[in-house]
């Protein structure tokens, strides 16, 4: 176990580095949170008479929640896997004593945890602090109440597991496809979509309410973002943990499967 930790430990630090980026795309996500924000105030101005599913000061703090961690949704694989698997280097990771599967989802915890955090934290400011002094009713209200947000903190955790799973689900995949974009981009489309970053999941017609939550995407965004905001009571939050453990550990099993298969017919140059 302290060889993984390590490996988080270290790969965690090296991400860090990347502030520029991280400055440049917390500017980014605050125009398009801005732009979302104004565009669901008109839909809800223009359907006023109607009974709304979601409270409007609800849907703003989860756009912001949304824009903050929107680096959870795997947008691509692990670039230095997909150049191992590539070249045929990664025969060299199985000589070293560690699980592949678990090295790689080492990697990809590190990788979801690091840029979120350089982005997700002065959002927070600017959507608490800043944005309210200029339009008090567009900012990011905080949690109901303690207990919100002392749950939301492990709903955090397993949206990150989620994601690191689906990323190393992305790695394993490299052994079967010849350019390797295919995966990601289906699976990021869908993260988006069916997460709630386009539109927030209790926006979308009743009869598609059970399939987008029975989804893993739904851990990722929308039920962390909606406990957040008060939108899901507290005594579910059980529930939203049980929903993203039980993915976790689906999606892991289905990648550690994959993975043993593709490590018996993995075929390189030379060797």
Do not use: K
Not at 105 to 110: G, T
């Amino acid at each position: 176990m302290s060889g993984y930790l390590a490996i988080v430990a270290a790969r965690f630090r090296s991400l860090l580095q990347y502030r520029a980026a991280a400055l440049s795309g917390l500017f980014t996500q605050t125009f398009f949170g801005l732009v979302r924000i104004m565009i669901l105030r008109a839909f809800y101005a223009a359907s006023a008479t109607a009974a709304a599913p979601m409270a409007l000061p609800h849907v703003t703090g989860y756009v912001w929640l949304g824009q903050a961690t929107l680096l959870l949704i795997p947008w691509r694989g692990d670039e230095d896997v997909t150049e191992q698997i590539r070249t045929g280097n990664v025969v060299y990771e199985l000589t070293r004593p560690l699980d592949l599967y678990g090295l790689w989802f080492a990697r990809a915890l590190a990788w979801r945890t690091a840029p979120v955090m350089l982005r997700m934290l002065p959002m927070f400011v600017l959507a608490m602090l800043v944005i309210p002094i200029f339009v008090p009713e567009w900012g990011l209200a905080p949690p109901p109440s303690l207990a919100a947000f002392v749950l939301w903190l492990p709903c955090f955790a397993g949206a990150v597991l989620i994601s690191a799973a689906l990323t190393t689900l992305m790695s394993v995949t490299l052994m079967w496809t010849v350019s390797g974009d295919g995966v990601p981009i289906l699976i990021a489309s869908c993260a988006t979509m069916f997460g709630g970053l386009v539109i927030p999941l209790p926006l979308f017609p009743d009869w598609a309410q059970p399939m987008l939550y029975a989804l893993p995407f739904a851990g990722m965004l929308d039920l962390p973002s909606r406990l957040f905001t008060g939108d899901i009571a507290v005594a579910n939050a059980p529930w939203i943990l049980a929903h993203q453990l039980a993915w976790t550990i689906a999606l892991v099993a289905l990648g550690r499967a994959l993975l043993r298969r593709g490590v018996r017919r993995l075929v390189v140059q030379g060797g």
